[in-house]
């Protein structure tokens, strides 16, 4: 069964399942990434020099545990185009989670710095002084409830875990998270990309 969502001349829309890798790690590629199964359809996504030379187009990516949109350049063209929107803030991701507690409040938005910590800086910890993170830069997630357990979460600019960390930094976990709660509520991390936005195009995932 095929991956993609949605596809056009310039870039197409693929939904990762979880548990499977967006691109290949540098040192090793056992042909099971998102990158791979797209590429088979759309070998020209391989020819776009992407943020490092084995990621071909993908314009962004998400945790090996987390599933859902990835968007993928077909041309370097348009992958130059999109990272400059990245850069100012301008591409919006949608995710859904569903947290190990009931949710206690109906909109609220969280500030922070990230940097990388524990063994082998497995994780991210949220940081408020500038000066103790990796980034200069203040991730935001704005969050709205949906249901008694479930978050929508929104965020322009991503950092590695911002989700993950800021739904763990306010208390609320996300089910099957075993790096910032716990796995017990879960087998399986309960995080979904189902939104993604950019220079006037909009895709929402169906449920």
């Known amino acids: 069964m095929s991956l993609i969502l949605y596809a056009s001349a310039d870039f197409l829309i693929a939904d990762k399942p979880h548990g499977m890798p967006t691109v290949p790690l540098k040192s090793r590629n056992d042909g099971n990434t998102l990158l791979d199964c797209v590429s ?9 020099c992407g943020k490092n030379s084995w990621e071909g187009g993908a314009l962004h990516r998400l945790d090996t545990a987390t599933g859902g949109l990835v968007v993928f350049a077909l041309s370097q063209s348009f992958y130059d185009k999109v990272s400059v929107l990245q850069n100012e803030g301008a591409f919006l991701k949608t995710y859904v989670a569903h947290v ?4 206690f409040f109906d909109k609220k938005t969280v500030k922070t710095y990230f940097r990388a910590y524990g063994p082998h800086s497995r994780i991210v910890k949220c940081e408020t002084d500038s000066k103790r993170a990796d980034s200069p830069v203040l991730y935001e997630t704005r969050m709205k409830k949906l249901t008694e357990d479930g978050v929508e979460c929104e965020i322009y600019r991503g ?3 911002q989700i993950r960390a800021h739904l763990a930094y ?3 976990p996300i089910a099957g998270d075993e790096l910032y709660g716990s796995a017990i509520h879960g087998d399986f991390l309960q995080l979904e990309c189902v939104g993604v936005e950019f220079d006037g195009f909009r895709y929402r995932k169906a449920r």
């Open 159 to 161: 950092f590695r875990h």
């Open 100 to 103: 190990t507690d009931n949710v």
């Open 40 to 48: 088979e359809q759309y070998p020209q996504v391989l020819a776009v």
């Open 170 to 172: 306010i208390g609320l």
